[in-house]
């Protein structure tokens, strides 16, 4: 480097007799610069004759690594280039230019030299990168050594502009890296990265940091100690004892960002004016790029966060459903977008599974997925089938359209894990890809439907089918087999080869990386999001289902199947209330629906009862007065709210299923 080496410059004849030289090579070559004079070249340096004769003789250059003795001891490597001279002067036959370390206490002599490591070299290199810590590692990089013998590089402690910087002792700092050249272990331990600390108030710090401007301090025995004292780390007076110490502020707009420690000790020149105007450039210089990385990394942190906060944190499902899943951002820069997955657990063993994907990229397309997440979440909580569900997102969606047009599209799936019964609707999605253990994959032939958010003819009608354990359900978007490289029926095909034969049985993970070999190397991909799912019924050890008439001798049928099941079970304690609340709901279902009643107990999560009837209508709870004549109606779902953990009402395509459920002991 510039700053670590120092240039000599030597004019002789073709005997080697030393014609001319310059001041450099008085000061390191002979304390009386005046007896260079006359002198042979290979007296001066040693082995020098033979490159001078080689460079004459060839009328080119030549180059040697020579030892040079120090006027103050020692030796010294020299890189020594002769070159040859033709033109000029007649008397000079060769000029010798002699490449010698700096001695240490003149490394910081030169300002010319400190100003072209510091401004010229490396800084344009390193303000290239966002990262800020990469940043600040380059950055001490520059100083130690070119500026001062060790440093540091002090920031704000946040990043989001709604977190105010100051604390309970002062504003708070984050040392984002230190440097220093003796190899001493002590700095590291005295002065950790990534500490964040407030300064006393009196400090140099806290009076840089406060002002806005450098300040330059010698720091005695007395003026070390003080800092030692003051910041509590008894290390701090031996390191910086005689140390010449500068601070330059980091200025933004925004106000002082923080500020560099840059320190000489004892063994080399202390800073003077020219110093801290040269480290002010640079510090000018920097905070346009410390500013840049800041930025950088608030715009990154809040696109993760809305991301992380707007895509599920964890999945829900059945214990015999196994669900992975794998999100892919299309871009490197916002790691968000419109695509999104969803596995939420239904009560009565059952699960909807969601893959959805909104038109468009980045924060805007995110915020309009957070809003669908939402209400998916509603309408699965109200249990309403698939296609119904979908219906009441498309009207979202062009609710959210009449100030700006949306769009977006969704598969939704439902599963029974007691029946082994699925329910799939799509609106203007690709078609759930279907892989039964054992034979060929196949995709959906789902009843399409406009994307939500367009509108059409016609509502959104789903599909019902009944899966093999074992059977793997794979969702997806869009954006995994189709780019602009690719057309999409290579996509869905090579797609379809993945889950070639055998893959029923293979571990989910391994599947989602086959899904997605080779999309990583694509450079203008769509967002990807999939899900996939390996379907399995409860063991039959586990549900009880039973079918019973429409008549007042039912109920007490009913309370004396569930408590020889429960028995079986080993939930005796349970008898009691569940007996009490098949009753309330079997005797709701004869008095509101007739025909045949189904009962069923399923022990997964909670145990949960279940009453299906023939009547599509929504049983309401009922608040009457107390001499009202039909106070006694409505008075069962009371006992089923009081005594239920939860109770709900879904529609099935013969009617309607109400249930409960209570905890497990």
């Known amino acids: 480097m510039e700053s670590s080496t120092r240039i000599l410059i030597l004019g002789m004849d073709s005997s080697g007799i030393i014609l001319q030289f310059d001041r450099n090579a008085a000061a390191v070559l002979c304390p009386n610069g005046d007896a260079l004079l006359g002198s042979r070249l290979d007296e001066v340096i040693p082995g020098a004759r033979r490159p001078l004769l080689e460079a004459l003789r060839a009328g080119r250059e030549r180059t040697a690594m020579l030892a040079v003795e120090s006027p103050v001891g020692g030796m010294l490597d020299a890189v020594v280039t002769v070159h040859p001279m033709s033109g000029g002067a007649p008397e000079i036959a060769a000029l010798a230019v002699v490449k010698v370390p700096v001695p ?46 060790s440093g540091a590089l002090l920031l704000e402690n946040h990043i989001d502009a709604d977190e105010g910087p100051q604390g309970p002792d002062g504003p708070q700092l984050r040392r984002m890296a230190i440097g220093f050249d003796d190899q001493d272990p002590v700095w590291d331990a005295t002065f950790p990265t990534g500490e964040s600390l407030a300064y006393p108030e009196g400090t140099p710090h806290a009076l840089c940091l406060a002002s ?28 910086l004892k005689g140390a010449s110490m500068l601070l330059l502020p980091i200025t933004s707009a925004a106000g002082v960002l923080g500020f560099f420690v840059c320190t000489r000790n004892v063994a080399h020149r202390p800073f003077d004016a020219y110093d801290v105007e040269i480290g002010m450039e640079f510090a000018t210089r920097a905070a346009i790029f410390v500013e840049s990385a800041r930025q950088y990394s608030r715009e990154r942190a809040t696109a993760l966060t809305l991301q992380r906060s707007l895509l599920p944190t964890g999945l829900s499902a059945p214990s015999p459903v196994e669900v992975h899943h794998r999100y892919l951002p299309g871009s490197r820069l916002i790691e968000v977008g419109g695509d999104w997955y969803e596995s939420i657990a239904l009560p009565g063993a059952r699960v909807a599974l969601v893959v959805g994907d909104v038109a468009g990229h980045g924060v805007k397309a995110a915020v309009t997925m957070g809003r669908l997440r939402t209400a998916i979440h509603t309408l699965a909580g109200l249990e309403l089938p698939p296609a119904e569900a979908l219906e009441r997102l498309d009207s979202l969606m062009r609710t959210l359209g009449e100030r700006e047009p949306h769009f977006a599209t969704c598969a939704y799936v439902v599963y029974d894990a007691v029946s082994g019964q699925c329910e799939v609707a799509s609106a203007g999605h690709l078609p759930p890809l279907l892989v039964p253990p054992g034979r060929a994959s196949e995709y959906l032939p789902v009843p399409p439907a406009p994307p939500l958010g367009v509108g059409g003819e016609g509502p959104i009608v789903s599909r019902e089918f009944t899966v093999e354990d074992g059977t793997l359900l794979f969702l997806y978007t869009d954006g995994l087999v189709e780019n602009r490289a690719r057309d999409i029926d290579d996509g869905l095909a090579r797609l379809r080869a993945t889950f070639g034969p055998g893959a029923a049985a293979r571990p ?18 769509d967002d990807i999001a999939m899900l996939v799912a390996r379907l399995a019924r409860i063991p039959a050890d586990r549900h009880a289902s039973w079918e019973l008439p429409a008549e007042p001798a039912a109920v007490r049928r009913a309370r004396g199947l569930i408590r020889d099941r429960l028995a079986r079970w080993g939930l005796e304690d349970m008898a009691y209330t569940t007996t009490l609340l098949a009753s309330e709901l079997v005797t709701n279902a004869i008095r509101h629906a007739g025909g045949r009643i ?68």
């Open 212 to 239: 806005g401007e450098p300040v330059l301090r010698v720091l005695g025995g007395e003026g070390a100690a003080s800092l030692a004292s003051s910041w509590r780390r008894p290390p701090v007076a031996e390191l």
């Open 104 to 149: 240490l206490a003149d490394r910081f002599v030169d300002p010319a030299v400190i100003r072209r490591a510091l401004l010229d070299d490396a800084l344009p290199r390193i303000g290239s990168t966002l990262d800020l810590e990469l940043l600040a590692r380059g950055l001490m990089d520059v100083l130690v050594p070119h500026f001062c013998n």
């Open 508 to 525: 989910l993970e391994d599947l989602c990386q086959a899904a997605l070999d080779g999309v990583y190397d694509d450079q203008h991909r």
């Open 598 to 665: 189904g009962l069923r107990l399923v022990r997964e999560g909670g145990l949960v009862c279940e009453v299906f009837d023939s009547s599509d209508g929504h049983p309401r709870i009922r608040h009457h007065d107390e001499d009202d004549e039909a106070s006694e109606s409505g008075r069962g779902l009371h006992v089923v709210g009081r005594l239920a953990q939860r109770w709900g009402v879904r529609r099935t395509r013969d009617g309607k299923v109400v249930w409960c459920e209570q905890p497990l002991p």
